[in-house]
Structure formats: structure tokens, C-alpha cells
């Protein structure tokens, strides 16, 4: 996406400079903060002291759409996107889809007066932003509260008409937004419909009309005016003009060719109003809405809810990801972890072979699990490497992990991660990855493993059990360590270090609780024949664990 200021040729600098000023200029010459909601300010300030975070929060008072693309659901999802704390205020219910909308049912203004003085009296939100307000009665309720309730930022999307024609708030709307709420507005974002029936009318047919819109509505009394261009037509690019009662501000971002366009306008004005809870100038809100809009709007091109011309995107771009996943993912179990490949590349050059056939013959040998160990490789080769062996393992229902680097499990989106002690520590990999990655870890004593517990990792890795080459500096913890860790740990144990045919049995046959099996390097990968070695290794444990399985 890109911008610039029509009155003045800026660099990125100069215009970064005058923005961030702005900050403070935005909020102090709110149209809707005065000296108690400034008392307020220093209260959410004081919060700090008392040891709890004040998390940014947006009221959005709108209506809701059933198909949850648009209004209500949309403010909430945009919001939480964003990383904003967002309550609502509903002012209709909608009988909504992607084919249209098939009924209004209009909340009475008493009962939205109810739910704003909840809300604004107790909450405290740093910002409103308004979406369909059907009545000029629910106007002027909400004017009345937000004067005596008072916030840091007005953001006014005046919703008339949906995507699909229908309308949302009929032409009698237009004298309340005109004399009451615009004036208010810290900014207010009508597209190119709402734009011309503010201005009783007019047609609007290129950028040129857009400013002089901009200009006109922003007469009207609103501090800024952004004219949305999402219906522009023939235009190449999804163009917005912002107009600050001084300067114009173009901001263009690429069309994404897609129908799942609804709900984008309700998105962008509540980012807008996320941004500014999250205490942005209107310039630098204005911007990140957009290149989330647009964002969002490209991740979602291709997903399919409903049946009509206009479907709704995804807020969270979290979606079609995991419909990929749950056919062809499955949850961590522990006995995954009976023969576990960690592979190195050393390894694979010095036996001239390609990570792919290292990690396909590790598979075909009967290896249970699978993580990608580059020490020495750059980030681009990494991922390379990283999204082809997970094409391998997903297609063997092998669970595929990535040692150490949590970007490249994101960027792969691979099953998970192994960490050591001195890696990302668990909880955080854990609040980054969420909870359905799984996380393994390296761990010497049961403290170790009593914290990896704590901390949600899903299974350890204890050792070197044995002396070894593959690690250096690594302090061997023995057969005795191995039971000592296994017989404190409440996850799963996987014995690592110096573990080949020769003593594997002397491993698994510990038969302590939790050691669910062996994760092996050199054995299968400094070898000439992976696949052999693993089928081999494969053999013998099981051979242990039925041993193990009569002694008892
Ligand atoms: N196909 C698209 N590709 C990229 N951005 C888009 C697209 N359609 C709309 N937008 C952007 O989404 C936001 C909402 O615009 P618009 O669709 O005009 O509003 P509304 O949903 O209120 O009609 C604007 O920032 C607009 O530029
Ligand atoms: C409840 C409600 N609020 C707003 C819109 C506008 O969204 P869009 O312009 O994308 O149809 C809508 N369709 N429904």
C-alpha cells in the first residue's frame, strides 16, 4: 500500500515527523474529550501503578449481521485482530447472508440508551466508532450519551446502504448525521454512496470527486473525512482520500480480486477506531486499518461461506489454514514418539544425499516423528528445506517439527518445535504458537521437567543418555539420569543422545514410566543406508518393548 499528501510531494520522514505530533494534537482537540474525560485519561494512566494493564478498548455501536461479515461481528473480529478489547452496542439485529438482507429489526431507542450507559459508565472505552444507526432517535441518544460519558475519539462510519443494495438506514437518517453526529466525529468514513448522500446527491465518479467530497463533508463539522473507494469504478487500485481540513492524503492499496468484499467498510472504520484506542494519530490509524483491510482481504480471496455474489473475509486470516489442517492434521501423541529422526545436513552432504530422501527413507524405515535440525544453514535455505520435508511428513501422518527456530515453523507451518534450555523459553513459544503446535524441550534433571510441564510443553527430550559427536559440549546424564527424569516428568520422555542399535535396548528396556521411545541423529543419518538403519533401529525397539512388556 502506498500514500501520499496531494498538496505537498512528502517523503516518509517529514510525513512520519508530522504525524507522530499529531498524537497528542488528536486527542487533545477531540471533539469529544473534555476536562473529565481528561480526569479519566489520568485514572487509566494511575492504572499502571496498581499493576494491571488498561488494555485499548473501542465501543462499537452498530447493528448485527447474522451472516457475522459485517456490523457488530465484524467490529468485534477487526478488533480482536487488531488486538483491541472491543464492546458493543446493538442498535438492530439483521437477518443477513451473503445473498443479502432479508430483515431489520430495529432496537428501541430506550434500550440502546440502556446498553450505552452500561457500557460507557462502567467501561470506560477510549474510543466509539459507530455503524448502522437506524433511527434518528438512536442519533440522538447516542449523542446525549457520549456528552455526558465522554471518550478520546469518535470514528463515524454512516452506514445507509449494504453491499448488496439493501438499505440499512433510510434517507431520514441523513438530517440527525448532518446536524448532530458528524460534528462530533473525530473522523467519519463514508463510501462512495454514503459519500453522495451526504452531499444530497451528487455523483462520484473519480479520485477528483472523491476530494472534493472529502472537502465538502468535511464542512460538516468532522475533524477528518475519509472517502472510501472500494466501488470506485474502473479503477486498477482500492483508492481512500483523506482530507484533515488542511491537506489531502491518498492512500492506495492494490484491488484484490475477490467477492469476499463484505463487511470490508465496517472493518476498516473499526481498526481505524482500534488504532486510535491503541493511541496512533488519525494519518497512522487511517494507514494500518487499511493495509490490514487489504491484508486480510488478499489471505481470504479464495475461501467459500455461503452461496451469494458477496461473502465475508476472514478477520483473523486464520481460517483456511486450519481447514487444510484438520483434514490432514491429527493431535500429538505421545507414542510418536517411539523413533524420532532429527536430521543434519553435515550428515546428509557428507553421504551426498538431498534432505528429502534423507527424511522420505527415515519415513519408509518406520520413523514416528521428524525434526528439521539446521545448525549452520541460512533462513531461506532453512525454509526451503522446512517446507518440503513437511510436505513429505503431512502426506505419511509423520507429526514434523522444526529445532529451535519458531519463524520457520510459522512460516512452514509445521507441526511444532524442540527448544533447549537456553532456546525461546516454553511459554512463550507457547503464547506465539498457540495451543494446538506441539512443543518439545531438552531437559537434564526433573526440575527441568517439572517447569516444561508447567510452562505447556507436550513432551521432553532427555539426554545425552550416552556420549556423543552430534552435540558438543553436552553433559551426559546416563541410563540413571534417563530413569531419574522419566519417573518425575508428567510428559512424555524421549531418550536422546548416543542412542544407536548397540544400546538402544539398554534404553528402551529401562522400562520406566513416561520413556516412550528414542530420538536418534547418527544412526540413521551417518550411515550409508538411512532407510535400512531405520527399519533396523525400528526392529529392536519393538523388540524392547515387548520384552518389557512380559517382564511386567
Ligand atoms: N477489492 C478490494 N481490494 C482491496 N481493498 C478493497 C477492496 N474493496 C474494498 N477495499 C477497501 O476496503 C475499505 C472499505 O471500502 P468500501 O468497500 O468502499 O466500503 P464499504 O464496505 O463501506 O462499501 C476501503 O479501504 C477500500 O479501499
Ligand atoms: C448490520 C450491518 N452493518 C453494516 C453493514 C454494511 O456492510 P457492507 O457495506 O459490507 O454490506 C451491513 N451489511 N450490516
Not at 17 to 34: A, E, G, M, P, Y
Not at 77 to 91: E, F, N, P
Not at 474 to 495: E, F, K, Q, W
Given at each position: ?15 512520519h ?11 487533545r ?58 464492546s458493543?452496542?446493538?442498535t ?13 429489526n430495529?432496537?428501541a431507542?430506550?434500550f ?9 459508565s ?20 447516542l ?24 438499505v ?17 466525529a ?17 455523483p ?73 484506542a ?7 490509524a ?14 481470504s ?90 510436505e ?161
Amino acid at each position: 500500500m502506498g500514500y501520499y499528501c496531494c498538496s505537498q510531494a512528502l517523503h516518509s520522514t517529514p510525513i512520519h515527523h508530522q504525524f507522530r505530533h499529531s498524537i497528542v494534537r488528536d486527542f487533545r482537540k477531540s471533539r469529544v474529550l473534555n476536562s473529565k474525560a481528561m480526569q479519566r485519561e489520568e485514572e487509566r494512566n494511575h492504572s499502571a501503578a496498581s499493576g494491571k494493564v488498561r488494555v485499548p478498548h473501542v465501543l462499537t455501536v452498530a447493528g448485527s449481521d447474522s451472516g457475522a461479515g459485517a456490523g457488530i461481528q465484524a467490529d468485534l473480529k477487526a478488533c480482536a485482530a487488531r488486538g483491541v478489547y472491543c464492546s458493543t452496542v446493538i442498535t438492530a439485529v439483521t437477518a443477513q447472508n451473503t445473498l443479502g438482507v432479508q430483515g431489520v429489526n430495529v432496537v428501541a431507542d430506550d434500550f440502546v440508551g440502556e446498553q450505552l450507559k452500561s457500557v460507557l459508565s462502567d467501561m470506560h472505552p477510549d474510543v466509539v466508532k459507530t455503524g448502522m444507526l437506524p433511527s434518528p432517535g438512536i442519533v440522538k441518544i447516542l449523542c446525549r450519551s457520549l456528552k455526558e460519558f465522554q471518550v478520546r475519539a469518535l470514528v463515524v462510519d454512516p452506514v445507509m446502504v449494504s453491499t448488496s443494495g439493501d438499505v440499512l438506514a433510510g434517507p431520514i437518517i441523513l438530517d440527525s448525521f448532518r446536524e448532530e453526529l458528524l460534528p462530533m466525529a473525530d473522523i467519519v468514513t463514508p463510501n462512495l454512496r454514503e459519500a453522495s448522500a451526504l452531499l444530497g446527491g451528487i455523483p462520484l465518479e473519480s479520485v477528483a470527486d472523491m476530494r472534493s467530497a472529502a472537502k465538502s463533508i468535511h464542512d460538516i463539522g468532522p475533524r477528518n473525512v475519509l472517502v472510501k473507494g472500494g466501488d470506485l469504478p474502473a479503477s486498477s487500485d482500492a483508492v481512500d482520500v483523506l482530507f484533515d481540513g488542511k491537506d489531502f492524503y491518498e492512500f492506495r492499496s492494490s484491488r484484490i480480486k475477490t467477492s469476499n468484499t463484505h463487511g470490508t467498510g465496517c472493518s476498516l472504520a473499526s481498526s481505524i477506531a482500534a488504532e486510535l484506542a491503541r493511541g496512533s494519530s488519525v494519518f497512522f490509524a487511517v494507514k494500518t486499518a487499511k493495509r490490514y483491510v487489504e491484508t486480510a482481504l488478499d489471505y481470504s480471496r479464495d475461501i467459500l461461506i455461503g452461496g451469494g455474489s458477496q461473502g465475508p473475509f476472514d478477520h483473523l486470516m486464520k481460517l483456511k489454514n486450519n481447514a487444510v489442517n484438520l483434514q490432514a492434521r491429527r493431535p500429538f501423541e505421545p507414542r510418536d514418539l517411539l523413533l524420532y529422526a532429527v536430521t543434519d545436513s553435515r550428515m546428509n552432504k557428507r553421504w551426498g544425499r538431498s534432505i528429502s530422501d534423507a527424511v522420505k527413507a527415515a519415513i519408509e524405515g518406520g520413523a514416528t516423528i521428524v525434526q528439521l535440525r539446521e545448525k549452520d544453514a541460512d533462513t531461506r535455505d532453512f525454509l526451503e528445506a522446512a517446507k518440503t520435508c513437511l510436505e513429505i511428513c503431512s502426506s505419511h501422518n509423520v507429526p514434523f517439527l522444526i529445532n529451535d527456530r519458531i519463524d520457520i515453523a510459522l512460516a512452514c507451518d509445521a507441526d511444532g518445535i524442540h527448544v533447549g534450555q537456553s532456546d525461546m523459553p516454553v511459554r512463550v513459544a507457547r503464547s506465539i504458537l498457540g495451543p494446538d503446535k506441539i512443543i518439545g524441550i531438552s531437559c537434564k534433571t526433573p526440575q527441568h521437567a517439572e517447569k516444561a510441564w508447567i510452562d505447556g510443553a507436550d513432551y521432553i527430550g532427555c539426554g545425552g543418555v550416552f556420549p556423543t559427536n552430534t552435540k558438543e559440549n553436552n553433559i551426559t546424564v546416563g541410563l540413571d539420569g534417563l530413569r531419574t527424569v522419566c519417573i518425575g516428568s508428567n510428559l512424555p520422555v524421549v531418550a536422546i543422545g548416543g542412542i544407536g542399535i548397540s544400546n538402544v535396548g539398554r534404553v528402551m528396556e529401562l522400562g520406566v514410566p513416561n520413556l516412550e521411545g528414542v530420538a536418534v541423529v547418527s544412526a540413521l543419518f551417518d550411515r550409508e543406508s538411512v532407510l535400512n538403519e531405520t527399519r533396523v533401529l525400528r526392529e529392536a525397539i519393538m523388540d524392547s518393548v515387548r520384552a518389557v512388556k512380559q517382564r511386567i
